[in-house]
């Protein structure tokens, strides 16, 4: 075969499957063998670290999972990350939402970022097109609040008005009056909360329904397991788990635990004073919730939580008060965080020693402590509350080697008239879509089977992958110093920042 049919068949190659042509050179592999076992809605967890001679943490892998506000990301996404050996500024791109919306909540299900924008729309991102489009999966008129759905084994979890749904088939009839809302399911269970009113008085209940794929349809929910809530109408902005218990955090900030089938009310709430939580992760070994009105982490295990203070710390020029740590993230091995109302965003590694402030969301106003929110005095004329164009970091999803944000005022909104008060430019970093990119990070979709699968994660001089059975599913640059700092690596299976490993098996395979 000749020089120019050689290289005219690898033109023609590169050219139908869409992917990079590299030479393979020297590489550092490393094939893992996982088996999910049964799928209860768990966090999969930690797959290795990579570990150099000097016994520090130079990368590794696994699955996040996180509940940012109203949303869950999807659990199959696997991460793999290698720590450079210099510092390198991330580069940050931002994207308007098609619309004049004022906010932006992002989640994501296999390799696509959904946008959900209130009442008014929901969109997904062509990475291709790097732009908006209306979402077909997520239609806003069957949209409730809380995520629309999730992969469950190898089928996905649709939670909507007109019931919950696997594969298109009735899971979960829901109650005919009232309200059901933010969906949740773990431990086998599908969790929601339930508003009814009787007699004139508000009632909420939250509901543990058992199922699992295969099982018939529920149809009356009268024998699921229940709580009250201390106060009618109670709204929670995050779900989690952690020891086998199902957590969820109330406005009013009660704490209910579902764990040994039965509900238990951790943490009392008030309607005296705000205690909101509005994120739930694991991190390296710890389960966080992030917390209004300290601004700060706090530390799960049972019971009463315990504040960080000072976890992440506040800038210099703004004011101590009201402060929301709203939404968590994990990128490149270190635990992101994004903080109302200037929308910090914040990053602490896994050695846990010191906080680096990244950027804001939003390049205005001037920072200042001469108040406690942005914009206060253009709210109180438009007849607002006095918080309503405080700037949110809503979500962190990363996908790909990008690390995405969602921003927001405090409510979703329209930009109107009597409230358009911003340029343009600046008032569309409402709603915007931030992306994020260092070298050295790949976050990748994998398939559920119910056999083990081998996952490929290569170290090149130039870049890492990961593969499953010879398809390249996503890649990232590295510098030939930090390959260098790799190859002299070890793995450790089972440890990392992804939390506890819940994985029927996790294996190297010589």
């Known amino acids: 075969m000749s020089d120019f049919v050689k290289l005219l068949l690898t033109v023609l190659f590169v050219l139908y499957s869409g992917q990079p042509c590299y030479s393979e050179g020297a590489d550092v592999a490393l094939v893992v063998e996982i088996d999910f076992g049964e799928d209860r809605g768990q966090p999969f967890g930690n797959l290795f670290e990579l570990v150099n001679p000097a016994g520090e943490v130079v990368g590794g892998a696994g699955f996040l999972d996180v509940y940012n506000t109203r949303f869950r990301n999807d659990r199959y996404k696997v991460q793999f990350y290698v720590k450079p050996t210099k510092h390198v500024a991330p580069t940050i791109a931002r994207y308007p939402v098609p619309a004049r919306h004022t906010g932006l909540f992002i989640f994501d299900i296999d390799n696509t970022v959904y946008g959900w924008a209130g009442n008014q729309s929901t969109y997904e991102w062509d990475i291709s097109k790097q732009q908006w489009l209306p979402s077909i999966r997520y239609a806003q008129k069957n949209q409730p609040s809380g995520y629309g759905g999730m992969r469950l084994s190898d089928g996905h979890l649709n939670f909507s008005t007109a019931g919950v749904f696997y594969n298109d088939a009735l899971a979960i009839a829901l109650p005919k009056t009232g309200r059901c809302y933010n969906y949740y399911y773990a431990e086998g269970h599908i969790f929601f909360f339930h508003v009814d009113q009787i007699d004139n008085k508000f009632t909420t209940r939250i509901y543990a329904v058992k199922w699992k794929p295969g099982d018939p349809p529920v149809q009356d929910i009268a024998s699921a397991v229940s709580t009250t809530c201390r106060y009618p109408r109670t709204t929670p902005f995050s779900w989690g788990q952690h020891k086998g218990r199902v957590i969820t955090v109330g406005n009013y900030g009660g704490i209910y635990t579902y764990v040994d089938g039965k509900w238990i009310e951790e943490l009392e709430g008030s309607d005296k004073y705000s205690y909101q939580v509005y994120s739930h992760m694991h991190y390296n070994g710890v389960s966080y919730m992030a917390q209004y009105p300290t601004g700060n982490l706090f530390a799960y295990d049972r019971g009463v939580p315990i504040h960080i203070k000072g ?24 635990m992101y965080v994004g903080v109302w109302p200037w929308a910090e965003l914040w990053r602490i590694d896994a050695k846990q020693r010191n906080w680096n402030y990244i950027t804001r969301g939003f390049t205005h106003p001037k920072l200042t402590n001469k108040q406690v929110h942005p914009y206060e005095a253009e709210a109180n004329q438009q007849g607002l509350v006095l918080n309503h164009w405080g700037q949110r970091i809503t979500s962190l999803v990363p996908l790909g080697s990008d690390l995405y944000m969602g921003t927001s005022s405090k409510g979703l909104d329209n930009w109107t008239a009597d409230r358009d008060f911003l340029p343009r430019e600046q008032a569309d970093q409402y709603g915007a879509l931030l992306k994020l990119t260092l070298p050295g990070t790949i976050t990748a979709s994998v398939k559920w089977s119910d056999k083990p699968i081998r996952l490929h994660f290569h170290v090149f001089p130039d870049r890492i992958e990961i593969r499953h059975k010879q398809l390249r599913l996503g890649l990232s640059k590295i510098d030939q110093t930090t390959y260098d700092s ?19 098996s996790v294996r190297l395979v010589d």
């Open 311 to 334: 976890w992440p710390p506040k800038l210099a020029e703004v004011s101590a008060s009201a402060r929301e740590a709203m939404s968590m993230g994990i990128y490149g091995g270190d």
């Open 486 to 504: 790799i190859s002299v690596a070890a793995p450790r299976i089972g440890t990392g920042v992804f939390g506890p490993t819940d994985l029927k």
